[in-house]
């Protein structure tokens, strides 16, 4: 009886435990060959609909057809399983804080910038975000964004308040959002800031940056011979963390803000939940469609205790090594930087922009879509824009940071000091395994 | 004699005839992706070009990274927690609904949603129900007997808990079906037999009831045991492991290894232990049960 119903039991768990192990295979070379050419972006809903409109446009032009493969949280997965298979596409359309991560997987083709058509209309900072360490070219640029502070203007007049100019404004303004009933329901069910402080994807370290390179901290320092040092255990950045989690212990950030995500976050702040959040202006066309245009304002974060940096960022377009048609790719991407696939990308979808700030410098945000609040994200760009630092691999840096960064947001007693100081740690090792390590 | 064993090699051949296309499929989908995985466990897998021979290290590294060692311990906490209070409720439910009564066959159709609904959903559900803030639903009806509003997800202490109570919602139904089935098994006659002999009901539970009922403990806990090692989905949907790592379970880990880090390597090193712990816990389990019984 016992060995009976034991054996199959045992066989059963025997291969039931098999599955816990991911099916992980080898690495063959992708035999893609002639048309259409496959392009994957991370996009969702409408923004689908504008790379679609995109891909028509070009093969208009070229005469070659564009298979689309869209995706949103899910792309890296999508992506490691297309790599593990060896079945990529031939243009991949991601963020440009990923090149160093896709540069240690080998999988990008080196790009000649005098080979792209309109090279010297693409703006120089973007162009610096296509550069690998070595400072050779490993990708064309898209598209890029600023952070920038989006504010309930209804919410912000009805309280009376001013716009805030220092970091202290926007705690209090927090708070009046929290305690003082702004959309009027009798409810109290308002938050002030708006905080994706998920270990997820990074996000913690991602919404935290902007903060510390205001306060004058920094993530790591470059020193000689392109090698950096660590600097996460310096007082500005326990000021910058120590700022962003008052909100979550006084209360006055959303309700489960440690471990949203930002498809969490940006229907906190479009229904009406908090009306404070730090972002790019992703969503632009999303919050004139559920809020109003009217119903919301978008400011620089007010100047920190050092300066008015913003996280800045983008896209690439990187063309895979495995890739039959380079060629056709390149010539891809360069569309997608031309003046007439940045204004496709811009205007074709209101709602799902994939082209925010244009890396194209004869193509003007605020003319080509008619609205005047572009120039200033714009302005805000050229003048306080920051990016992540230029380290080999920074994926895995924003992955630990996360992490650790959310160990501090959630626990309102622990000592930030000396959890940085582990942090840092973490960092120095991290950038030992890159091997750039300052000694 | 001879006859009767060559027929039986006949039925012998036969089965294993009707099982090669199951098994050439598992062998394709399951086996050599398995091998290969442990094969990659012993490389520093390099996507562009060639795979670098690393030895021990990757696992090596595994072993020795706080951060994994806390998920194993979180992995743990939450499988036998989760198998345990489970298959308690799960038990008191069978009992509850076993029989062959018209209004039983209903309650017992509505009870099983759980069970069949899409972790995500039951994800999703329970991110609302477990609101940390007084107008959450939950805390609303903890308000009721005086408890003071809860944090759930949201708080280190109490994020493994929620997730817990979380799991057991759903595995409650799936483990009081298999007692439901395990309960009609045991026959009429051992309980009228006790009745007669004086045994009161709880004498009848204890002393024909359970040990009637040890294989599908057996079932039902080795499945539970299974099951609490591969939580992913339920931990990936609510809290991503957060807060401060406090529901980080080995899956989440080998999850942002492979597919965050995309430190292939890394990830089938801890797979593949995850894979050996596993299958050492069911045998062990298994022995256990079995001398028992």
């Known amino acids: 009886m016992t060995s009976k119903v034991a054996r199959p039991a045992l066989s059963l768990a025997v291969l039931t435990a098999a599955l816990a192990l991911p099916a992980l295979t080898g690495v063959a070379h992708a035999q893609g060959t002639?048309?259409?050419?496959?392009?994957?972006?991370?996009?969702?809903?409408?923004?689908?609909?504008?790379?679609?409109?995109?891909?028509?446009?070009?093969?208009?032009?070229?005469?070659?057809?564009?298979?689309?493969?869209?995706?949103?949280?899910?792309?890296?997965?999508?992506?490691?399983?297309?790599?593990?298979?060896?079945?990529?596409?031939?243009?991949?359309?991601?963020?440009?804080?990923?090149?160093g991560n896709l540069l240690s997987l080998g999988v990008l083709s080196q790009v000649d910038r005098n080979k792209v058509v309109g090279n010297k209309d693409i703006v120089a900072a973007a162009w610096k975000s296509a550069q690998g360490v070595d400072g050779k070219y490993y990708g064309v640029p898209s598209s890029t964004q600023v952070f920038e502070l989006y504010i309930r203007k209804d919410w912000r007049t009805?309280?009376?308040?001013?716009?805030?100019?220092?970091?202290?404004?926007?705690?209090?303004?927090a708070l009046a959002f929290t305690t003082k009933d702004p959309d009027g329901n009798g409810k109290n069910d308002t938050y002030g800031m708006v905080i994706p402080g998920s270990t997820t994807r990074g996000y913690a370290s991602w919404f935290l940056s902007t903060f510390i390179w205001q306060a004058g901290g920094d993530f790591v320092q470059p020193a000689a011979n392109n090698t950096f040092r660590a600097t996460l255990d310096t007082p500005a950045v326990a000021t910058a963390v120590k700022y962003v989690r008052s909100f979550i212990c006084t209360k006055t950030a959303q309700p489960n803000a440690i471990n949203a995500v930002t498809s969490d976050t940006a229907p906190s702040f479009y229904t009406g939940q908090a009306g404070l959040y730090l972002t790019g202006p992703y969503q632009i066309g999303t919050f004139d469609k559920e809020l109003g245009k009217d119903k919301y304002e978008i400011v620089s974060f007010p100047k920190g205790p050092a300066n008015s940096d913003a996280l800045a960022e983008g896209e690439n377009s990187y063309i895979m090594k495995s890739s039959?048609?380079?060629?056709?790719?390149?010539?891809?991407?360069?569309?997608?930087?031309?003046?007439?696939?940045?204004?496709?990308g811009m205007t074709y979808a209101a709602d799902g922009i994939v082209v925010r700030l244009p890396i194209n410098g004869k193509v003007n945000a605020a003319t080509?879509?008619?609205?005047?609040?572009?120039?200033?994200?714009?302005?805000?760009?050229?003048?306080?824009?920051?990016?992540?630092?230029?380290?080999?691999?920074?994926?895995?840096?924003?992955?630990?940071?996360?992490?650790?960064?959310?160990?501090?947001?959630?626990?309102?007693?622990?000592?930030?000091?000396?959890?940085?100081?582990?942090?840092?740690?973490a960092l120095k090792a991290e950038l030992d395994k890159q091997k750039v390590l300052a000694k | 004699m001879t006859a009767a064993r060559r027929r039986a090699g006949r039925e012998t051949?036969?089965?294993?005839?009707?099982?090669?296309?199951?098994?050439?499929?598992?062998?394709?989908?399951?086996?050599?992706?398995?091998?290969?995985?442990?094969?990659?466990?012993?490389?520093?897998?390099?996507?562009?070009?060639?795979?670098?021979?690393?030895?021990?290290?990757?696992?090596?590294?595994?072993?020795?990274?706080?951060?994994?060692?806390?998920?194993?311990?979180?992995?743990?906490?939450?499988?036998?927690?989760?198998?345990?209070?489970?298959?308690?409720?799960?038990?008191l439910v069978a009992l509850a609904l076993q029989g062959s009564r018209r209004s039983v066959f209903f309650v017992r159709s509505a009870i099983f949603l759980p069970a069949i609904t899409s972790v995500a959903i039951v994800a999703e559900i329970f991110k609302l129900l477990y609101y940390p803030s007084a107008t959450g639903p939950l805390n609303i009806v903890l308000?009721?007997?005086?408890?003071?509003?809860?944090?759930?997800?949201?708080?280190?202490?109490?994020?493994?808990?929620?997730?817990?109570?979380?799991?057991?919602?759903?595995?409650?139904?799936?483990?009081?079906?298999?007692?439901?089935?395990?309960?009609?098994?045991?026959?009429?006659?051992?309980?009228?037999?006790?009745?007669?002999d004086g045994a009161s009901r709880w004498h009848r539970f204890l002393n024909v009831t359970v040990p009637g009922l040890a294989p599908t403990f057996t079932i039902i806990l080795t499945l539970a045991i299974i099951r609490g090692f591969r939580v992913f989905t339920e931990v990936y949907a609510t809290t991503g492991g957060g807060p401060a790592g406090s529901t980080d379970v080995v899956m989440t880990r080998i999850y942002k290894l492979g597919f965050e880090t995309f430190d292939y390597g890394l990830?089938?090193?801890?797979?593949?232990?995850?894979?050996?712990?596993?299958?050492?816990?069911?045998?062990?389990?298994?022995?256990?049960?079995?001398?028992?019984?």
Not at chain 1, 56 to 85: H, L, M, N, V
Not at chain 1, 324 to 344: R, V, Y
């Open chain 1, 324 to 344: 039959k048609q380079q060629q056709n790719a390149l010539a891809f991407a360069s569309f997608l930087a031309s003046p007439e696939g940045q204004k496709i």
């Open chain 2, 143 to 196: 308000g009721w007997f005086g408890v003071p509003a809860q944090p759930f997800f949201s708080s280190p202490d109490t994020a493994l808990g929620s997730l817990v109570g979380m799991q057991v919602w759903k595995a409650v139904p799936y483990d009081a079906a298999i007692f439901i089935a395990g309960l009609a098994t045991i026959s009429k006659d051992l309980y009228e037999a006790a009745a007669i």
């Open chain 2, 13 to 91: 051949l036969v089965a294993w005839l009707f099982l090669i296309p199951a098994l050439l499929a598992f062998a394709y989908f399951k086996f050599l992706p398995m091998v290969e995985g442990i094969q990659l466990s012993f490389y520093k897998v390099n996507f562009g070009g060639q795979n670098t021979w690393v030895g021990w290290d990757n696992f090596r590294t595994v072993v020795n990274d706080p951060d994994f060692r806390a998920a194993l311990v979180h992995t743990l906490i939450n499988g036998v927690s989760v198998a345990v209070l489970s298959a308690v409720i799960a038990l």
């Open chain 2, 267 to 293: 990830a089938s090193a801890a797979s593949t232990l995850m894979f050996i712990v596993t299958a050492v816990l069911t045998a062990i389990y298994l022995t256990w049960s079995r001398r028992k019984a």
């Open chain 1, 158 to 173: 009805k309280l009376r308040l001013p716009l805030p100019r220092t970091w202290d404004d926007v705690s209090k303004m």
């Open chain 1, 34 to 99: 002639g048309t259409p050419l496959k392009v994957w972006t991370r996009s969702v809903g409408t923004q689908q609909d504008a790379y679609k409109a995109i891909g028509k446009a070009y093969q208009t032009k070229t005469g070659q057809a564009i298979e689309f493969t869209f995706a949103s949280t899910d792309f890296e997965q999508r992506f490691a399983r297309a790599i593990a298979s060896g079945d990529l596409p031939d243009v991949v359309v991601n963020d440009t804080a990923q090149l």
């Open chain 1, 368 to 425: 080509v879509r008619n609205d005047p609040r572009w120039a200033s994200i714009q302005a805000v760009y050229a003048k306080n824009g920051h990016t992540v630092p230029n380290v080999p691999n920074w994926t895995p840096i924003r992955l630990l940071t996360g992490e650790g960064f959310n160990r501090i947001l959630s626990r309102c007693d622990s000592n930030v000091e000396q959890e940085l100081g582990t942090i840092n740690t």
